[in-house]
Nanobody, 124 residues
Framework: QVRLEESGGGSVQAGGSLRLSCAAS????????VTWFRQFPGEARQGVGG???????RYAESVQGRFTISKDKEKNIMYLQMTSVKPEDTATYFC??????????????????WGQGTQVTVSS
């Protein structure tokens, strides 16, 4: 059974750092596209960044240069390292997974498996 579980959310001050984890089970994270999304209250989920089976990463413009995605193949975990966080990064963060060669951030319908989300709150 495919499962995703996010962790690492919490409260952080603006300018600080936080690392989110997405633990995968039931599939090999190196063979799927795994992507971070975030959701603001009352809005649809938005792609933050993803990493495909080739290790290629894509980022939303709003986080480019501040957030970094990586995988730990042995632990089957994907990470989102958040640095220089801003109050506007406050959201619930989800990881999604799909079988496919690319991780398109605006193709949320392509993602077939989701975690339960983890809240990130950035204070000014």
């Amino acid at each position: 059974q495919v499962r995703l579980e996010e962790s690492g959310g919490g409260s952080v001050q603006a300018g600080g750092s936080l690392r989110l984890s997405c633990a995968a089970s039931g599939f090999d994270i190196t063979r799927w596209c795994v992507t971070w999304f975030r959701q603001f209250p009352g809005e649809a989920r938005q792609g933050v960044g993803g990493i495909d089976r080739y290790g290629t990463t894509r980022y939303a413009e709003s986080v480019q240069g501040r957030f970094t995605i990586s995988k730990d193949k042995e632990k089957n975990i994907m990470y989102l390292q958040m640095t220089s966080v801003k109050p506007e990064d406050t959201a619930t963060y989800f990881c999604g997974a799909r079988v496919g060669p690319t991780c398109l951030l605006d193709r949320i319908g392509d993602y077939t498996h989701w975690g339960q989300g983890t809240q990130v709150t950035v204070s000014s």
